[in-house]
């Protein structure tokens, strides 16, 4: 009886330490990076948008598989849960550089939508969302 005694208790704690261990993965994955749906619109139609924080600053970037929309000056925007649309850096800079992430302003408390904007036209490129709206800062 000892021995199925110390299997039935080795097992438990193995148990235990997997469950703690599979805990500890979706904490950090919660912690981590947040990647969105696909863009869907107009002239953007690749690519997504990861959300990362480094440090202590919300940064958001672009997939290596966005491509840039042939517009005159598209613009990074993002929308919050109350519908506030925020107007940010352009997404082209001097020569043929992009800027393909940026950091969110401490005025930007969540983001529900991220869009394409462009200024001179004055229209949305394409737009994409996140499973869920998220909470910076």
């Known amino acids: 009886m000892v021995p199925t005694t110390r299997r039935t208790a080795a097992l438990g704690i193995g148990s235990i330490a997997l469950a703690a261990l599979l805990g500890f993965a979706s904490f950090a994955q919660a912690q981590g990076s947040h990647t969105s749906r696909t863009f ?41 849960s109350k519908g506030r649309v925020f107007l940010l850096q352009r997404l082209g800079i001097k020569g043929d550089k992009v800027n393909t992430q940026i ?16 200024a001179w036209a004055e229209v949305v490129l394409g737009e994409t969302m996140f499973d869920k709206v998220l909470s910076t800062n």
Do not use: M, R
Request: aromatic share 8%; with cysteine.
């Open 40 to 80: 869907a619109g107009a002239k953007v139609n690749a690519g997504t948008v990861t959300h990362v924080k480094e440090g202590g600053k919300d940064v958001l970037k672009l997939s290596s598989d966005f491509k840039v929309p042939d517009t005159p000056d598209p613009h990074w925007q993002v929308v919050d």
């Open 103 to 118: 950091t969110l302003p401490d005025y930007v408390t969540d983001v529900a939508k991220v869009q394409i904007y462009c």
